[in-house]
């Protein structure tokens, strides 16, 4: 009988995943380093996007709303494409609104 192997995603392997934690202050800037892309990091003080949206306690539709914006310039060379998608789930937002007062 031949032995059956687990197939793991890309990101099994990946530190910080499956028991892996940073220790030293380099673990934890490798890290973060390597799985937050720069364009989701902001140039001066170099909040994350997740965190701000974190901090707000936003909901999903805000959150991801909020992501679009502010990477729109920084991801593409066209701003077009996550300011429509922003535009997008901010009428998510206010449908859900809309729903909810009926």
Same mark, same amino acid.
């Given at each position: ?6 197939? #793991? ?31 989701? /990091? ?26 679009? /914006? ?5 991801? #593409? ?5 996550? /300011?429509?998608?922003?535009?997008? #789930? ?13």
């Amino acid at each position: 009988m031949a032995k059956q192997t687990t197939k #793991h995603n890309k990101y099994y392997y990946e530190k910080g995943r499956n028991g892996w934690t940073p220790t030293t202050t380099e673990d934890v800037l490798d890290y973060k380093e390597k799985k937050v892309p720069d364009y989701y /990091i902001g140039k001066i003080y170099k909040y994350e996007a997740r965190k701000v949206i974190e901090d707000f306690d936003l909901s999903y539709n805000l959150g991801t709303a909020t992501s679009y /914006i502010l990477r729109c310039s920084r991801k #593409h060379d066209n701003a077009i494409e996550c /300011i429509q998608k922003a535009i997008n #789930h901010l009428e998510f937002e206010l449908d859900a609104i809309n729903n909810k007062n009926d």
